[in-house]
C-alpha cells in the first residue's frame, strides 16, 4: 500500500544529542513537510522541501535541520540547539505545493 | 501572520445529535482542508474545498467554502463514537498552508 512512514513511534533524547527522524514516502510525491504539534496547539511548519535537493526554513526552523537527498525521503534532525524538543512530530507529503497534504502517524520525542 | 481562529475548541455532545464547527480568517484562501486525528496518529484528510461557495460532502461529513473565502464550516451529522478525535482545518494560500488549533469532539456515553 502507498503511504508515508515514520520512523520511529517513539523516541527518547538525552539532553545534548542529535536525534534523526525518518520520514520515507512511496506515494511518488514531490512535496514534503515537517511539522511539530505541541497539546492545545496547531501544527507549526518546521520545513519543507519542494523538490529532491531543495528544501526551504518554515516557522520555527531553528535548532533543526533536514535532507532531502532523494525523493522518497526526507528526515528531521532535532539538534542540541533546539531546547524545547519534546513534541509529536508529523511529516506529510502532496503531489505538488499546492495539493493536500497526507501525513504520517508522528513521532513521539521526549527528553531524558 | 495569518491566523486561523477555529471554533469551537472543544465539543461535547450526545451520540447522534449533529455537530457543527467552523474556521475564520482575516485573509483569503485559495483551498480549505478539514481533517481529523485520532489519538497518536496523523491527521487525515477528510474533504478539500476548491472554490468559494463549494458544498462537499463525504459520508455524513459536510464543508462548505465560504463566498468571502475568509471562511468553512465543518457538520457533522448523525454522530457515533468513532468521530471522537481533533478536527482541523486549514487554508491554503500562495502555496502556504496554515492550520487551525483544532477542536476536539467529545461523545458522551
Known amino acids: 500500500d502507498g503511504g508515508i512512514t515514520q520512523s520511529p513511534k517513539y523516541l527518547f533524547r538525552k539532553e545534548g544529542q542529535n536525534v534523526t527522524l525518518s520520514c520515507e514516502q512511496n506515494l511518488n510525491h514531490d512535496a514534503m513537510y515537517w511539522y511539530r504539534q505541541d497539546p492545545g496547539q496547531g501544527l507549526r511548519l518546521i520545513y519543507y522541501s519542494q523538490i529532491v535537493n531543495d528544501f526551504q526554513k518554515g516557522d520555527i526552523a531553528e535548532g533543526y535541520s533536514v535532507s532531502r537527498e532523494k525523493k522518497e525521503s526526507f528526515p528531521l534532525t532535532v539538534t542540541s540547539a533546539q531546547k524545547n524538543p519534546t513534541a509529536f512530530y508529523l511529516c506529510?507529503?502532496?503531489?505538488?505545493?499546492?495539493?493536500?497534504?497526507?501525513f504520517g502517524d508522528g513521532t513521539r520525542l521526549s527528553i531524558l | 501572520g495569518q491566523q486561523l481562529n477555529q471554533s469551537p475548541q472543544s465539543m461535547f455532545i450526545q451520540e447522534g445529535e449533529d455537530v457543527s464547527m467552523n474556521c475564520t480568517s482575516s485573509?483569503?484562501?485559495?483551498?480549505w482542508l478539514w481533517y481529523k486525528q485520532d489519538p497518536g496518529e496523523g491527521p487525515v484528510l477528510l474533504i478539500a474545498l476548491y472554490k468559494a461557495g463549494e458544498l462537499t460532502s463525504n459520508g455524513r461529513l459536510t464543508a462548505q467554502f465560504g463566498i468571502t473565502r475568509k471562511d468553512s464550516f465543518l457538520n457533522i451529522s448523525a454522530s457515533i463514537p468513532s468521530d471522537v478525535g481533533i478536527y482541523f482545518c486549514?487554508?491554503?494560500?500562495?502555496?502556504?498552508?496554515?492550520f487551525g488549533k483544532g477542536t476536539r469532539l467529545h461523545i458522551l456515553p
Open positions: 506529510a507529503s502532496s503531489m505538488e505545493g499546492t495539493q493536500p497534504q497526507h
Open positions: 486549514a487554508g491554503r494560500r500562495n502555496n502556504k498552508i496554515i
Open positions: 485573509s483569503i484562501f485559495n483551498t
